[in-house]
């Protein structure tokens, strides 16, 4: 423990002596923004990177250091920093004008993809993040059941006033949410025998992303849409992060279909985006052209850059192939670095190229399995941004389009030297 702490004392009085200018700016934003901050997992002490300046899979900061981005920003930046076919439908997007306050021609022509791709998916709606995504889809199962109890899993995060990390979350929306293990069949069938009548919805992320990226039993999921189908409860797929898995999803893969499913991050082509959707039977009660409709607002659900970015993401830079080859990325990245962790208290879980590592010994499956160990943590944290790699403190990567083998390799590389040395 004494080399851990010294090994931490050291890395952090480097990032100290490293980063001055983004050390002033995290003080001078601290002055407007509570701690420096408007995005709580963008913080970590003693201060965040700023960054000034992005390419490809490259990030530069204010005192001029480049990082290779592991992060892709939390799954949201999967296309890279500027990519150009995004970069030439914005610009084009700008050129017939914003803000008409009515309908533009790309919505309909991005939610028809959508609908292609995710077999869930009959019609969709809009919204503008992920969070909204969920809590639209918790609005239509609770409206449409008439009940009123969700169950969620530990470890989920399904956005900021929807989060069952920790305890009671005193932000969280006042619905009534019972809580199970997450992958854990006898410990959510007790919970579904216990509130097999007045459930709502089952709101489940296929794979944990915020909690660990820890992926989903197939079995459990199955076990899920059985439960859902026999109670009359809505199954949700939160699929904000994993709809990147395949074409169509964790849900294509895995062969499990949601009656409702959300999506966010990378799909609205980088920009501001949330959807929701499903069976037709439910969405319908959105359709103003039938009595008794129920509406849904927002003034930048349809906002042209949105629209416009997520269609040409979709259909020019992510088709089903690119997805996979993707995946196959990710997977054979996560194979190399958990050879590298043999030996070491590190192990990588994930699926595709969404993985995380962690600190701790003993298979980890659920929640529970995880071991917090917050020095580890920063120290690997530390040691990679020292080492020009950019990932979330937590020890989280999303890999990006943009990131080669090079780029993996030399993740590793670096991987394995903080190994040899941290031992
Ligand atoms: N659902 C999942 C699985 C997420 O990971 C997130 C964000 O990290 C959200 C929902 C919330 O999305 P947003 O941040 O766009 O509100």
Redesign the pocket.
Known sequence: MVALDEALAKARARFVADNPASRAAHEQAAAHLPGGNTRTTLFYPPFPLTMAHAEGCRLTDLDGHTYVDLLGD??AGLYGHDNPVIRKVVEAALDRGWNYGAHGRDEALFAAVLCERFPSLELVRFTN????A?LLALATATTFTGRDTVLVFTGA????VLSFGDKDFPLNVPHRFVVAEYNDLADTAAVLDRHADDLAAILV?PML??GGCLPADPAFLAYLRRRADETGALLVF?E??TSRMSGGGLQELLGVTPDLT?L??YTGGGMTF?AFGGRADMMAMYDPRRPGYVAHAGTFNNNVLSMAAGYAGLTELFPPPAARELFERGERLRARLNAIAEGTPMTWTGMGSMLTVHFGTGEITTPRDLRPAPEYRELFHLEMLARGFHLARRGMIALSLPVTDRECDEFCAAVADFASHSG
């Open positions: 939390y799954t993040s992920g969070t909204e969920n995060y399904h956005g900021s992320e992303g915020s939160d904000v992060m959300t966010g991050k949330g």
